[in-house]
């Protein structure tokens, strides 16, 4: 666009020889124009001048107009051209999206990704950019007395006169002298500055390297617990079987708008694998169809799915993940642990009847083995295909209909010990830190069973593990917050250290849970609270612990300096005996 800037440049200049003439110069640098005013009257041509200015206003005025109606003009045009082609960009990508779900199981037979124990391993590098040296700044010439500057320029006079070519002399070199420790002074600060600059680059990459370290040694250390559960795995570990598949189902891509969340549980005996498996919503499947752009109105228009063709679409994309998922692992048993699948499908949506957040098992399906093989999934009709295997389910999967599942998930464990009641016999002058550890134990069973009773959950302990610590299982039957809590507390006078914290997740991951709760008497170092971001895992210290137990209507007290010395006395006594 041309620049609305007026450029004006005048002198008003008395002619030499001719007193009373005088003249002007009026340049437009906008319309490119100059022109030279004379004149015997300055105020003549003054008002001349003014009169040429106002004049090429005007005209700068009407070329910048039409220049700014060229430029609405093209605009309109690239904007209508840009408009149209996103439009159609845009619908193509719409019906890409809803082909992908229409062909959501044949693609993923076609695909046939085979993920073995190998390609599950991480071989991710440290992902953070090393850090790199900030720019130095380059020592300035050193001044020299051979410069010009500093080399006085004597004249006849100076030669003749002794005195006054040695003040320029002296001039000079002063003048050197100060440019000099000028120099000095900038070079001491650029030092400064450029050893900064170093010093903080190379603490950036300690603390780089000591996060690259970090990563690579849980990176190696999950890799190390992967190839355990892949020992296991092949000794029939019912664990490491689980956990195979979990993550088998991790690695299967769908949209992010897809739940993504299942719980497996395996018997060994019957060779049955459990899947509760949650489900997208309708809302989470794509029904733009297409997207126009409508000139007049210069504005874009979205066409979508009828109801009808979506309810179809989605109950359709529900029987495709389901059958799936069976497909998948069959396809990685290659063992042939598993005899049959049974994957019960459940959705989590607003009851619109009473406004609240309600769960649902919407169908179930179990299929045998060598019948499932037998089946060619990239032709047939998934609704079909699922009926045909008996598979239950409103004929609508889209009503959200509640039916039974055909199996759920055992929680039985023979880990599971009796348990016995603390929890009345404390009061505020009871030093829980230097509680016996059984009672502890079951004090925290108590604690989270009160906290989780109200919603029908069930807190089990399990056998001792000679640390010190407790282990209890939360069973929660909402599958909103999944089934399996895994809670270890710790008895402890001494900061809990990250190793705990690690070991924890290690257990989350092991067992399936979907959350794991580290509660202990004493608190957490800053390694323990880092490692446990991200991550689904909650750290409760003394202060938690009190402030849990108050909740529900009891009072202790954790003295750690007290409990310090109790356990203390009490391993010297049985020293002693």
Same mark, same amino acid.
């Given at each position: 666009?041309?620049?609305?800037?007026?450029?004006?440049?005048?002198?008003?200049?008395?002619?030499?020889?001719?007193?009373?003439?005088?003249?002007?110069?009026?340049?437009?640098?906008?319309?490119?124009?100059?022109?030279?005013?004379?004149?015997?009257?300055?105020?003549?041509?003054?008002?001349?001048?003014?009169?040429?200015?106002?004049?090429?206003?005007?005209?700068?005025?009407?070329?910048?107009?039409?220049?700014?109606?060229?430029?609405?003009?093209?605009?309109?045009?690239?904007?209508?051209?840009?408009?149209?082609?996103?439009?159609?960009?845009?619908?193509?990508?719409?019906?890409?999206?809803?082909?992908?779900?229409?062909?959501?199981?044949?693609?993923?037979?076609?695909?046939?990704?085979?993920?073995?124990?190998?390609?599950?391993?991480?071989?991710?590098?440290?992902?953070?950019?090393?850090?790199?040296?900030?720019?130095?700044?380059?020592?300035?010439?050193?001044?020299?007395?051979?410069?010009?500057?500093?080399?006085?320029?004597?004249?006849?006079?100076?030669?003749?006169?002794?005195?006054?070519?040695?003040?320029?002399?002296?001039?000079?070199?002063?003048?050197?002298?100060?440019?000099?420790?000028?120099?000095?002074?900038?070079?001491?600060?650029?030092?400064?500055?450029?050893?900064?600059?170093?010093?903080?680059?190379?603490?950036?990459?300690?603390?780089?390297?000591?996060?690259?370290?970090?990563?690579?040694?849980?990176?190696?250390?999950?890799?190390?617990?992967?190839?355990?559960?892949?020992?296991?795995?092949?000794?029939?570990?019912?664990?490491?079987?689980?956990?195979?598949?979990?993550?088998?189902?991790?690695?299967?891509?769908?949209?992010?708008?897809?739940?993504?969340?299942?719980?497996?549980?395996?018997?060994? =005996?019957?060779?049955?694998?459990?899947?509760?498996?949650?489900?997208?919503?309708?809302?989470?499947?794509?029904?733009?169809?297409?997207?126009?752009?409508?000139?007049?109105?210069?504005?874009?228009?979205?066409?979508?799915?009828? =109801?009808?063709?979506?309810?179809?679409?989605?109950?359709?994309?529900?029987?495709?993940?389901?059958?799936?998922?069976?497909?998948?692992?069959?396809?990685?048993?290659?063992?042939?642990?598993?005899?049959?699948?049974?994957?019960?499908?459940?959705?989590?949506?607003?009851?619109?009847?009473?406004?609240?957040?309600?769960?649902?098992?919407?169908?179930?399906?179990?299929?045998?083995?060598?019948?499932?093989?037998?089946?060619?999934?990239?032709?047939?009709?998934?609704?079909?295909?699922?009926?045909?295997?008996?598979?239950?389910?409103?004929?609508?999967?889209?009503?959200?209909?509640?039916?039974?599942?055909?199996?759920?998930?055992?929680?039985?464990?023979?880990?599971?010990?009796?348990?016995?009641?603390?929890?009345?016999?404390?009061?505020?002058?009871?030093?829980?830190?230097?509680?016996?550890?059984?009672?502890?134990?079951?004090?925290?069973?108590?604690?989270?069973?009160?906290?989780?009773?109200?919603?029908?959950?069930?807190?089990?302990?399990?056998?001792?593990?000679?640390?010190?610590?407790?282990?209890?299982?939360?069973?929660?039957?909402?599958?909103?917050?999944?089934?399996?809590?895994?809670?270890?507390?710790?008895?402890?006078?001494?900061?809990?250290?990250?190793?705990?914290?690690?070991?924890?997740?290690?257990?989350?991951?092991?067992?399936?849970?979907?959350?794991?709760?580290?509660?202990?008497?004493?608190?957490?170092?800053?390694?323990?609270?880092?490692?446990?971001?991200?991550?689904?895992?909650?750290?409760?210290?003394?202060?938690?612990?009190?402030?849990?137990?108050?909740?529900?209507?009891?009072?202790?007290?954790?003295?750690?300096?007290?409990?310090?010395?109790?356990?203390?006395?009490? =391993?010297?006594?049985?020293?002693?005996?």
């Amino acid at each position: 666009m041309i620049s609305r800037l007026l450029f004006y440049s005048e002198r008003f200049t008395e002619i030499p020889l001719m007193s009373s003439y005088w003249q002007t110069v009026v340049r437009h640098e906008g319309l490119n124009k100059v022109k030279v005013i004379k004149g015997v009257d300055k105020y003549h041509v003054e008002l001349r001048a003014a009169m040429v200015r106002r004049s090429w206003d005007e005209m700068w005025e009407r070329k910048q107009e039409l220049e700014r109606k060229k430029q609405e003009r093209e605009s309109k045009i690239m904007l209508w051209d840009k408009n149209k082609d996103s439009a159609v960009q845009r619908t193509e990508e719409a019906e890409i999206a809803i082909k992908e779900m229409e062909d959501l199981l044949k693609n993923a037979v076609k695909a046939n990704k085979i993920y073995s124990w190998d390609y599950l391993l991480d071989y991710s590098e440290f992902s953070k950019e090393k850090p790199k040296k900030g720019k130095t700044l380059e020592i300035p010439k050193e001044p020299s007395k051979t410069e010009s500057r500093f080399k006085p320029n004597f004249n006849f006079l100076d030669i003749v006169f002794s005195s006054m070519r040695q003040e320029k002399d002296a001039k000079a070199n002063n003048l050197f002298l100060k440019e000099h420790l000028k120099w000095e002074k900038e070079c001491e600060n650029i030092n400064l500055k450029n050893k900064r600059t170093t010093e903080q680059h190379e603490k950036n990459l300690i603390e780089w390297e000591r996060g690259k370290q970090e990563y690579i040694k849980e990176r190696d250390k999950k890799n190390e617990k992967h190839l355990q559960f892949k020992e296991k795995y092949f000794k029939k570990d019912t664990s490491s079987i689980v956990y195979y598949y979990e993550m088998i189902l991790s690695k299967l891509e769908y949209p992010e708008t897809f739940p993504q969340e299942y719980y497996l549980d395996y018997n060994l =005996e019957t060779g049955v694998l459990i899947i509760d498996y949650f489900l997208p919503l309708k809302e989470g499947i794509s029904n733009l169809k297409e997207v126009e752009y409508i000139k007049s109105q210069i504005k874009f228009k979205e066409v979508f799915l009828s =109801e009808s063709a979506l309810n179809k679409l989605y109950d359709s994309v529900l029987y495709q993940i389901t059958l799936r998922t069976i497909h998948e692992i069959y396809k990685h048993d290659t063992v042939d642990y598993i005899s049959s699948v049974i994957v019960n499908g459940f959705v989590r949506f607003t009851n619109k009847a009473s406004g609240k957040e309600a769960t649902a098992c919407i169908l179930s399906i179990q299929s045998e083995r060598d019948e499932f093989l037998k089946i060619n999934l990239e032709k047939i009709d998934p609704k079909t295909c699922f009926k045909a295997l008996k598979g239950i389910g409103s004929s609508k999967l889209h009503g959200l209909a509640p039916i039974p599942p055909i199996a759920r998930i055992n929680r039985e464990d023979d880990r599971f010990v009796d348990a016995y009641s603390v929890a009345d016999s404390i009061d505020d002058k009871t030093n829980i830190a230097a509680m016996d550890w059984q009672d502890f134990e079951n004090l925290i069973r108590e604690l989270f069973e009160k906290e989780f009773g109200s919603v029908g959950g069930e807190v089990k302990i399990t056998r001792a593990s000679h640390d010190e610590g407790v282990d209890a299982v939360v069973f929660d039957p909402d599958p909103i917050r999944g089934g399996k809590i895994i809670i270890q507390a710790k008895r402890y006078t001494n900061t809990v250290g990250v190793a705990s914290v690690r070991d924890l997740y290690g257990t989350v991951v092991n067992e399936g849970a979907i959350k794991g709760i580290l509660v202990t008497t004493a608190d957490y170092g800053p390694d323990a609270y880092n490692f446990a971001k991200d991550k689904p895992l909650t750290l409760l210290n003394g202060n938690n612990l009190l402030h849990l137990l108050g909740k529900h209507g009891h009072r202790a007290k954790i003295d750690i300096k007290e409990a310090k010395k109790i356990i203390a006395e009490q =391993e010297r006594m049985r020293k002693v005996a």
